[in-house]
Each structure stands twice: as C-alpha cells, then as structure tokens.
C-alpha cells in the first residue's frame, strides 16, 4: 500500500519545546530572578520579541550570537531567543579577558555579542581585533533605573509573534568551549535535536517534573546548569530561580524563601556549603532533590550529605560538554553501597569502558578509558576537523576519563587519565589519594597532582586546604595516609594552601595546580 504524499510535522527544536511548555503552563512561573518574575506566557512572548529583534538587527540565521555575562533572566533570554531565531549561542566563561576572550570570539567568528556592563571594559579591550559589529547589554549595574537592552526588547510593546524563520532540528543551536587544559579550547557543536533528546533524559532520570522548584545558581555558560537541569525544567513547566552569583548566603536564602525543592552544585560548592554556618540557620525542609555532579565528588562527602539532609534523593550525575552533557547517572534507589559509582548510561547514551590502544572492551572491575555514542552527543568540533577526528576516532566519543564498571554494570570514574600520576612507572589516581585524606578530619579540600621528580618520574603532591580553625602538618597526614593507602600511593609531599584554583563554575583547575608547583623541587615543596 502505498502511503499518501504529506507533509509530516517532524522538526523538534528547542522552540518547539518551549511553546509546548507555554501551552500546557501558560500562567506557572518559569524563571525567578532577583525581583522578576516571569510566567511561562511571559517568557514565550519575550523570547519572540527579542528573536524578532535579532533577526531585524542584521544578523542571518547561522550567525554567531556571543553571551558574556553573569546569571540573570536576559542570559537565558538571549539563548532562547537565539534558538528560536536559527541563531547559534556561544556562551563565554565570564572570568576570561583578554587573549582568553579574544581568542573565543575570532575562534567563534562571532557578529554579535551581548554583555554585563561590568564586563563592558575586558570587551573594550578586544572589541576591534574581532569581526563584531552587533553589541548590546544583558546585564545592568543600574538594574533599579534603567533596564538592559535583551529586558527592554523582552518587554517592550512590539510584535511578539513567532519569528518567520524555518529552523532544523539539526541544526547547530550552541557552541558550548572546553575548559581547554592543555591547549586553545574547542567548541563543541550541538544541535537541536541533540539537545532535546538530552533533555529528554535529564528528565526520565533526574526525575524532573512540572511542580518542582530549581535553583539555578552555577553559571549558565556552564553546560550542566543549562542543559541538564534549567533547560530540561522550563520543557516540564518546573519553576528555575536564578541566582546570580553562588555564594552561601544567597544560596540558602533562596532555599528557605522560595520553597525550593532541587538543587545542583558540583563537589567544590557542597563542600562550602556543609562547613557554612548557614546549613544549620536556615530552613531547608523543603529540599527534596540533591544533585552533585561536573567534578569526581569524595565519597565521605556524600555520606555527609545524606547523613545531614536525610529526607533527600541524591543523584551523581556525569557527563561532559560534548556529551551536552549527561550520560550516566547514579540514582538514589541505587546508592546503598555504591556511593563512589556514577551509576549507569542514561537511556540515550551507549557506553563502553575499553583498552585506549586497542579499544577492545575491558572486562568488570579492568580499568579502561570511557567511550561514548548517542544522539545527543556533539556533531564535531567548531573548525577543527582534526580533533573531531581524533575525539571520534573508532566511531564512539572518548571521554578522556579512566573508568572501570563492576559486574552489575555500574561505573567507576577513576579519574582523568591526564590526571595520573606516573610514579617510579606505577600509574597511581589521584581520586584514591584524595578520598583517604578526605577522611582526616582536619582537611577541608584536597587536589593531588603528580611534580617532576629525578627519580619518581612524578611525585605524588597534595595540596591541602585545612578547615577553619585546624591544625595538622605533613608527618600527621602521612601517617594518616599509611593507615588507608599502599605505600606507593603515599604523596611525598603535602602543600598547605588558602584556597584551590577553581574556574566560575566551581570545577577544580588541577593545571593551575601543575603550573604552580611544576619548577618546585621536593625540598622546597616540603617547605610550602
């Protein structure tokens, strides 16, 4: 039998998504920032207004669409608008200036770019080494005088119909960078079908729905907050309130104000927040969901987590920017005795633990580097055919992460094998190093990294930050470390520090660590 000649609807882009949502919760708050709020009927009708304005503006679909700010109701304003537009979202790291941020917006090839004003004097640095000839405001220092220009075209009385464009769900919605650790970062290139397939599965197993209260306090440049958490939220008809700066403070306040009941934040940020007086100070009943994820996260701290919120679900969730990025997740009901797993693929992503020369599948318990494929995965990199090759190489995606999963299939993070330190040839993780010191009560956080070393090859280093108040030095954490670890594991030195390097996001900057501490012999690191 042959089928009629029709034209079927099969185009799901993140648009779409949003006006399904707009339908289904037209008069439910969608966003929450500082003093406005927006109802899904408000949000769907600003993002029109601000796409048609782009469009009318000069910029073509496929253009580069810069967003250089802090949090706030216009960065996401922007990023929807630009998808909705055929525009392409380029989110840029709002602690980058100069050759960091020059080289993103001629790497991107940027036409336009929107700002915070404050950052307006790292933009005047670069702006006319760029192909940028569109510029406008996110963000205001004046916010109680004046409003920017994405609010101003958000709420003006114009055509707030749908743009007039026709957009593919394949095509490229977003160029999310890399941290870039050891070289120029890449920009990973995602799609509106990838996305939504994403966000489909951050729904399924983070267990999102329409009546749930989020915070969105990390950076929205940061794929995790976006896309795994505030994104797949406004798709269910979920309320996101948005904080522009993750302190402590503002973070519990808005727990205990707003009724939220979801929180995300990576290790480094649950770390602060269980040695804050705060956590003890402010209402917290109504926290339901925790989520940790974007970094290895100690398995003492979890169990302080689940020891001190004990009426919450807890979810490790992993991933990485290419991967848009969720693709494993841990879930409550799976926590008992796996508290240091990541848990298993989520029902879009395929994973494989395999040989890094051969690629042949480990068997459980054999550690392997973690590779990848699903829909949601990116198409390449932007402009750099040959690391796309490489990332790709075999047909899956390559973490870059060493792993090993158990005989149930669960995974492991070992650590990043950049990250291992090579000692006298015997490769060691810096993830168990870390997680027995973890467990002397003296030390707030610690980041192990591998110096030069004559003779070792590399010397396991530990650079320590102590908790207000405590005391201990080198000899006491070694003895500590031999009650917990082989003797080869044992760091040769530790490093007492205020604080360690962390990118706005909250992730740990081990090279920092590495560049600090790479020309200090032995003798003088004893010293630190």
Not at 410 to 431: E, P, Q
Request: proline share 5%; aromatic share 8%.
């Amino acid at each position: 039998m042959m089928l009629p000649e029709v034209e079927i609807a099969t185009v799901n882009t993140i648009g779409d998504g949003l006006r399904r949502a707009t339908k289904r919760y037209a008069n439910q708050d969608a966003l929450l920032f500082q003093s406005r709020r927006w109802t899904y009927r408000e949000l769907d009708q600003a993002v029109n207004r601000v796409a048609n304005h782009l469009l009318s503006s000069g910029l073509k679909q496929g253009d580069r669409v810069a967003a250089y700010g802090k949090n706030s109701d216009a960065y996401l304003l922007l990023f929807l608008a630009c998808a909705r537009s055929g525009l392409i979202h380029v989110p840029i790291n709002f602690a980058l200036v100069k050759e960091e941020l020059l080289y993103l917006l001629n790497q991107s090839g940027a036409s336009a770019i929107y700002i915070d004003d404050e950052l307006a004097d790292n933009v005047d640095a670069v702006l006319e080494d760029t192909q940028i000839r569109q510029r406008g405001s996110l963000h205001t220092t004046n916010t109680s005088t004046e409003l920017s220009d994405i609010l101003q075209l958000a709420q003006a009385n114009t055509d707030a119909s749908p743009p007039e464009v026709s957009i593919c769900d394949t095509d490229i919605v977003q160029i999310l960078y890399t941290s870039g650790t050891t070289s120029h970062p890449k920009g990973a290139m995602h799609t509106h079908r990838g996305f939504m397939a994403e966000y489909s599965s951050c729904i399924q197993h983070l267990q999102l729905r329409s009546n749930d209260r989020l915070l969105a306090a990390l950076p929205l440049y940061h794929s995790a907050q976006m896309h795994v958490f505030t994104m797949p939220a406004l798709m269910t008809g979920a309320m996101n309130c948005i904080l522009q700066t993750p302190t402590p403070d503002a973070i519990f306040n808005a727990i205990s104000h707003e009724k939220l009941n979801s929180v995300f934040a990576p290790p480094t940020v649950w770390i602060g927040l269980l040695q804050h007086e705060g956590f003890e100070q402010n209402d917290l009943s109504s926290l339901v969901n925790i989520y940790y994820g974007a970094s290895i996260m100690p398995e003492p701290i979890v169990a302080e987590l689940q020891d001190r919120l004990p009426g919450c679900q807890l979810f490790n969730c992993y991933g990485q920017s290419e991967m848009a990025p969720l693709a494993t997740v841990l879930a409550p009901d799976e926590q008992e005795g796996r508290l240091a797993s990541i848990g298993k693929p989520v029902m879009s992503v395929e994973t494989r633990i395999v040989d890094p020369v051969t690629l042949e599948d480990c068997p459980p318990g054999e550690r392997g580097e973690i590779i990848h494929r699903s829909p949601h995965v990116m198409v390449g990199y932007w402009d750099k055919p040959e690391q796309t090759a490489e990332a790709f190489a075999g047909g899956w995606f390559h973490s870059g992460d060493l792993a090993y999963a158990d005989e149930e299939g669960y995974i492991y993070i070992v650590d990043r094998i950049k990250d291992v330190v090579n000692t006298g040839g015997v490769l060691v993780a810096s993830r168990d190093v870390e997680e027995a010191l973890y467990l002397h009560p003296a030390v707030a956080e610690v980041a192990v990294i591998g110096t030069p070393h004559p003779r070792w090859i590399e010397a396991i280093t530990a650079v320590i930050v102590l908790k207000d108040d405590e005391t201990v030095d080198s000899e006491q954490l070694q003895a500590h470390c031999q009650q917990h670890l082989a003797a080869f594991k044992i760091p040769k030195s530790f490093v007492f520090t205020p604080a360690l390097p962390k990118n706005t996001a909250g992730k740990l900057l081990k090279r920092n660590l590495r560049e600090r501490y790479n020309d200090i012999s032995l003798s003088e690191l004893d010293a630190v």
